[in-house]
């Protein structure tokens, strides 16, 4: 690894900068991840061994937020809030920007701490601008701080960032694990109508992990949301996350080994979001771990699919790899499109729509 993860002492850290960095390192762990359980090992994409197009046909072509974008793919957001998050933040951006991804920036909290944390992060983010002028960038903030801010804030934190939409995250079972947790939802559901009224760029709704049920999806009908990214069950894991920083034999570390498989799988929260969402822009996460993962949410309806982790990985091991990893997301995707038979991936979705 190039750059990142040096170890520094505790003492010289504030500690919201060390629980970032203790995140950062802990997500990396593989024993961290819900693997197997997003449901896509029991996706299955109908060949087709006569396709009638060249591969050179297949476009990957998609919508992000109604409008066009190169491609579908997205970097989730990751956390910021430590040192080397500007470092690693430009060298995605740089990439994003240079293959047509959106990239969703971490937790913009500590922007919220107070004026010189805001104004730092106004520098950081016009260096990235300045490096990737034409990224699709998406802010990100916790529904906790989503019910406790004014919008007049909440305004320049996106404006702060020049992002094209704000994230907000749910993530419920985290808070209740982090001993700094804020688990305080109450108010959520208001604060996030307002927020989709007022704020004047599209609201993304997304989990962090252990994805949407229908019974929570059923309530974000009608909330005026620009899309739903259901991030599910199958890859990081804040519970294991969580359940790792915590003392060994403590009642939070037992409390999150019980809870290690808690949540919906990525392709029920899908099919969920599609049944009773379906008017709603619909972004997937949550496990996807190669092109064809990607191909199969896409196949369920999916009109954008991100990546967290694997992201985070790449990246770490330098802008090459980074890229390297990029082109085989892409090429894994087109050749599921090839091999189904489809030229783009809205007729991928009509194709299995049709089919099933
Ligand atoms: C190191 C790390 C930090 C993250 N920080 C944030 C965050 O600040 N805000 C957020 O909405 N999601 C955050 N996530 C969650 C991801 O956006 C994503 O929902 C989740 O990791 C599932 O995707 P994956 O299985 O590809 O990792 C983070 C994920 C990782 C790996």
Excluded at 152 to 161: G, N
Excluded at 183 to 204: E, H, K, S
Aim: charged share 20%; net charge neutral.
């Amino acid at each position: 690894m190039d750059l990142l993860l040096n170890d520094r002492p505790a003492a010289l850290e504030p500690g919201f900068e060390q629980r970032k960095r203790d995140h950062l390192r802990l997500a990396l762990a593989p024993a961290h991840e819900a693997r197997g359980l997003s449901g896509l090992d029991a996706v299955h994409l109908m060949h087709d061994a006569l396709p009638e197009l060249d591969l050179e046909d297949v476009r990957l072509d998609a919508q992000l937020l109604g409008q066009a974008a190169p491609t579908p793919f997205f970097v989730a957001g990751m956390t910021a809030g430590h040192a080397d998050a500007p470092a690693l933040n430009l060298r995605l951006a740089r990439a994003c920007a240079r293959r047509g991804w959106a990239l969703g920036v971490g937790s913009q909290r500590r922007q919220l701490a107070g004026p010189a944390e805001l104004t730092g992060a106004v520098d950081q983010w016009r260096r990235l601008r300045d490096a990737a002028p034409g990224l699709v960038l998406i802010g990100n903030l916790g529904l906790s701080q989503i019910v406790a801010t004014p919008l007049p804030l909440l305004r320049r934190l996106v404006q702060s960032l020049d992002a094209q939409a704000l994230a907000v995250h749910l993530n419920p079972l985290q808070e209740c694990l982090q001993p700094e947790g804020t688990p305080q939802f109450r108010g959520g559901l208001a604060a996030l109508r307002d927020l989709c009224a007022w704020l004047g760029v599209p609201v993304v709704l997304k989990e962090t992990g252990c994805g949407f049920s229908p019974r929570t999806l059923a309530k974000l009908q009608g909330l005026g949301l620009g899309a739903v990214d259901v991030s599910g069950l199958g890859g990081t894991h804040w519970g294991r996350v969580e359940g790792a920083r915590a003392e060994e034999g403590s009642p939070l570390a037992l409390a999150a080994a019980t809870f290690a498989n808690w949540g919906e799988p990525t392709v029920d929260a899908v099919r969920a979001a599609c049944r009773l969402l379906p008017d709603t822009e619909l972004w997937a996460s949550g496990g996807v771990r190669s092109g064809l993962d990607a191909a199969k949410l896409i196949a369920l309806g999916a009109k954008r699919v991100g990546y967290a982790k694997p992201a985070l990985q790449a990246a770490l091991w330098g802008d090459a790899a980074l890229d390297d990893w990029m082109a085989r997301q892409e090429l894994e995707l087109r050749i599921a499109l090839f091999c189904s038979g489809a030229r783009t991936p809205a007729e991928m979705r009509r194709l299995h729509t049709a089919e099933h």
